[in-house]
């Protein structure tokens, strides 16, 4: 047997297993775009046997899909009744703005004291008004969504950017179906305000600078204020 050989050693079996694993992970992927997208409501019915039909393929990477899914708390099964994608409280929905919020803030906390880049930051908020300029929505999500993990990433904790992209996950499916009232333009400016004064402040600013943008933006968008004892006094060092 030539020193090549071993290639002929791999069996199809594994072959097939491997690609039904791939497919299940772009169903999944494909159905949690829709999700996102809202095109797909929250509370939604997820019917497999009318996605394998669609998909071209069995229901059995389909179901490993669904895992998949429910792993990341994007759907739910209901025993008896299916899958479903996950419906948010009110309450939760403000729990999870609070929780990032709080991620968010210690990270730019030690941002700001480790003195790490801010460049970064920087070039996502130029984006982000090019992207309000442009009008371009899909875009801008996810510039927004680059600028968050970009301040959890440059604090230098996996663990931290690990608990926040489920968090922000979470609180993205939530807002899935709601409609954010402020135009583009003004959410770019606040983005554009917050990189500048994340680099002339303090450990203790920065966290509630940061605290403030994000209290903010989702409480606006569940059209209420935010509740004052939330409020971070911004002396705190």
């Known amino acids: 047997m030539g020193r090549h050989d071993h290639r002929s050693l791999v069996t199809t079996p594994a072959d097939g297993l491997a690609e039904r694993r791939t497919l299940a992970v772009e169903i999944a992927d494909r159905l949690s775009q829709s999700i996102f997208l809202g095109e797909i409501a929250p509370g939604g019915r997820?019917?497999?046997?009318?996605?394998?039909?669609?998909?071209?393929?069995?229901?059995?990477p389909v179901r490993e899909a669904f895992r998949y899914l429910?792993?990341?708390?994007?759907?739910?099964?209901?025993?008896?009744?299916?899958?479903?994608?996950?419906e948010f409280?009110?309450?939760?929905?403000?729990?999870?703005?609070?929780?990032?919020?709080?991620?968010?803030?210690?990270?730019?906390?030690?941002?700001i004291g480790t003195r790490k880049d801010l460049t970064e930051l920087h070039?996502?908020?130029?984006?982000?008004?090019?992207?309000?300029?442009?009008?371009n929505g899909s875009v801008f999500k996810r510039l927004e969504w680059r600028f968050?993990?970009?301040?959890?990433?440059?604090?230098?904790?996996?663990?931290?950017?690990?608990?926040?992209?489920?968090?922000?996950?979470?609180?993205?499916?939530?807002?899935?179906?709601?409609?954010d009232n402020r135009t583009l333009s003004d959410r770019a400016g606040r983005y554009t305000s917050l990189a500048a004064t994340l680099k002339e402040t303090v450990p203790g600013e920065a966290e509630a600078?940061?605290?403030?943008?994000?209290?903010?933006?989702?409480?606006?968008?569940?059209?209420?204020?935010?509740?004052e004892y939330l409020v971070m006094d911004k002396a705190i060092s």
């Open 46 to 60: 997820l019917n497999e046997v009318e996605i394998a039909k669609r998909m071209g393929t069995s229901r059995g």
């Open 70 to 86: 429910q792993d990341l708390g994007i759907i739910e099964a209901v025993p008896h009744h299916g899958s479903f994608v996950v």
């Open 89 to 111: 409280s009110s309450a939760q929905i403000k729990d999870l703005i609070v929780l990032r919020s709080t991620l968010e803030g210690v990270a730019a906390r030690m941002l």
């Open 123 to 135: 070039v996502v908020a130029m984006h982000l008004e090019r992207a309000a300029e442009a009008k």
């Open 148 to 179: 968050s993990r970009a301040l959890c990433e440059a604090a230098g904790t996996g663990e931290l950017v690990t608990t926040w992209e489920q968090v922000y996950r979470r609180l993205r499916l939530a807002f899935a179906n709601i409609t």
């Open 209 to 227: 600078a940061v605290r403030s943008h994000i209290l903010s933006g989702g409480f606006a968008k569940l059209g209420v204020g935010v509740p």
